[in-house]
């Protein structure tokens, strides 16, 4: 069974453009998160679907950063315009149900994302 | 809120050495207690887990204790490896209807030959 696959898995972009990370969960997996680890800190939860619906997205940012699962299969997080504090790693992750008390949960290897 | 506090690192230790990363936590309710870990070039993956108070989680020669007294999780190796060489993340979820995993800052595991 193929785990969650991310990519690109390194993105240099300059600051002002914009980037589009890309995750493929699970093959049946409903359930997909993205989490966020900015440099030196806590990786940190962005927004939760469940199919192409965003059930959570309390975690993200601001309006720079748009995700989308159209169809319920992958996702896209695009961040435009990107801003230098953005360069961190991005981790998608899914589940087959909602995640309960924070188990079944398997993460790709991440997007490292630098804005520079 | 939720936090988690972990050792900073890097942590530097040679092989058969033994490991002792410190985690502790703050939370709402009676967590669940998570240690996830990343080799280089790989996602996250879970490494053990504790779901009550004095439970053991165990994995690959890795332990951590769930000690609600001191609310800390911390993870020991009797003798590590090279390849245990990797960044070891502290995590918990609050329970109830909550999915979400609050993380720690990571540490940096390298282990030398």
């Known amino acids: 069974e193929a785990g969650v696959t991310q990519f690109p898995s390194h993105s240099v972009i300059e600051k002002g453009q914009t980037v589009t990370l890309r995750c493929d969960p699970i093959?049946?997996?409903?359930?997909l998160y993205w989490y966020r680890r900015v440099m030196g800190k806590e990786i940190k939860f962005l927004l939760h679907?469940?199919?192409?619906?965003?059930?959570?997205e309390s975690g993200m940012p601001n309006n720079r950063f748009l995700a989308e699962r159209t169809g319920g299969t992958y996702s896209t997080l695009k961040v435009q315009p990107a801003e230098l504090e953005d360069s961190g790693v991005y981790f998608c992750?899914?589940?087959?149900?909602?995640?309960?008390?924070?188990?079944?949960?398997?993460f790709g290897s991440g997007t490292r994302l630098t804005v520079v | 809120g939720d936090s988690v506090t972990q050792m900073e690192g890097p942590v530097t230790l040679s092989e058969e050495a033994f490991l002792t990363i410190n985690c502790t936590y703050t939370?709402?309710?009676?967590?669940?207690l998570f240690w996830y870990v990343q080799y280089p070039g790989e996602g996250l993956q879970l490494l053990l887990k504790?779901?009550?108070?004095?439970d053991k989680g165990s994995n690959k020669g890795f332990e951590a204790t769930y000690r609600k007294e001191t609310t800390s999780f911390h993870l020991e190796k009797g003798s590590v490896q090279v390849s245990d060489s990797a960044v070891y993340f502290c995590?918990?979820?609050?329970?109830?209807?909550?999915?979400?995993?609050?993380f720690g800052k990571g540490t940096l595991l390298t282990v030398n030959p």
């Open positions: 992750a899914s589940s087959q149900g909602v995640s309960q008390r924070g188990h079944g949960y398997t």
């Open positions: 995590a918990l979820n609050s329970g109830g209807s909550n999915y979400k995993l609050t």
């Open positions: 093959s049946g997996h409903d359930n």
């Open positions: 939370a709402t309710g009676y967590p669940s």
């Open positions: 504790a779901t009550k108070a004095d």
């Open positions: 679907f469940v199919k192409e619906s965003k059930q959570d």
